[in-house]
């Protein structure tokens, strides 16, 4: 299926940092997804969003669903070396499956 | 509980072995899917099963097949797959059923297949 640009590709920062990654589309989604994916695991879902605006907090994870329903953003606050992962973006959804951003690599260096 | 559980999580097979790959979900979602991951790739959807019968067939050869016995289960049933079909099989599942959030898919751990 089509793919959504999501940005950085990949993050190296320092423990404690705080860290901002988004997703954009050409087109307009009504739900967007954050998962955390470790290698050779599932994504695991971490914020969904589903109504434009809309801004939500799991812990020290943050996430927004852009005014335009084209864009969301991830913020994570004091990043700890468990963060380590790839961030993937999701949106759409239904029977048509969902449309996937290709990760954001996050790597923090001690 | 958001789980979905997948068996096995390894997989070595050879081009002439029949295997099945099992996922299970019990929080009564009505629609499950399978993907297919290559490494530092995002997943590729392959089957989309919606009230246990299926709805998406995403042009996968036919070596792979899917069954849905009842609302909780998926299972891929595997045939003279080639090497290039190596790699993390996910099971997915969502509400399904409409409304906000129907349409959020929670995935399991996934299934590392190698074909020799």
């Known amino acids: 299926g089509q793919q959504l640009n999501q940005s950085p590709q990949s993050m190296f920062i320092q423990e404690g940092e705080d860290v901002s990654m988004n997703c954009t589309s050409s087109s307009i989604f009504n739900t967007w997804l954050w998962y955390k994916q470790d290698p050779g695991e599932g994504p695991v879902l971490l914020i969904a969003l589903y109504k434009a605006g809309e801004l939500t907090s799991n812990g020290r994870l943050t996430a927004q669903f852009g005014i335009t329903r084209k864009d969301s953003f991830l913020n994570i606050s004091a990043s700890i070396p468990s963060d380590v992962g790839i961030y993937c973006c999701?949106?759409?959804?239904?029977?048509?499956?969902?449309?996937f951003g290709k990760g954001t690599h996050l790597i923090i260096q001690p | 509980d958001t789980e979905v559980t997948q068996t096995p999580k390894h997989l070595v097979m050879g081009m002439t072995n029949k295997k099945s790959l099992k996922c299970e979900q019990h929080?009564?979602?009505?629609?499950m899917y399978w993907y297919k991951q290559k490494a530092k790739k995002p997943p590729e959807l392959m089957f989309v099963y919606s009230y246990e019968k299926l709805s998406i067939n995403e042009s996968v050869p036919s070596r792979f097949s899917p069954e849905c016995p009842n609302s909780s289960l998926l299972n891929l049933h595997l045939h003279a797959l080639q090497p290039e079909d190596s790699a993390l099989y996910l099971c997915?599942?969502?509400?399904?059923?409409?409304?906000?959030?129907?349409?959020?898919?929670?995935f399991g751990p996934g299934t590392r297949l190698l074909v020799l």
């Open positions: 929080m009564g979602h009505r629609a």
């Open positions: 997915a599942s969502s509400q399904g059923q409409g409304g906000r959030g129907s349409e959020t898919q929670y």
């Open positions: 999701y949106s759409g959804g239904g029977a048509d499956g969902l449309t």
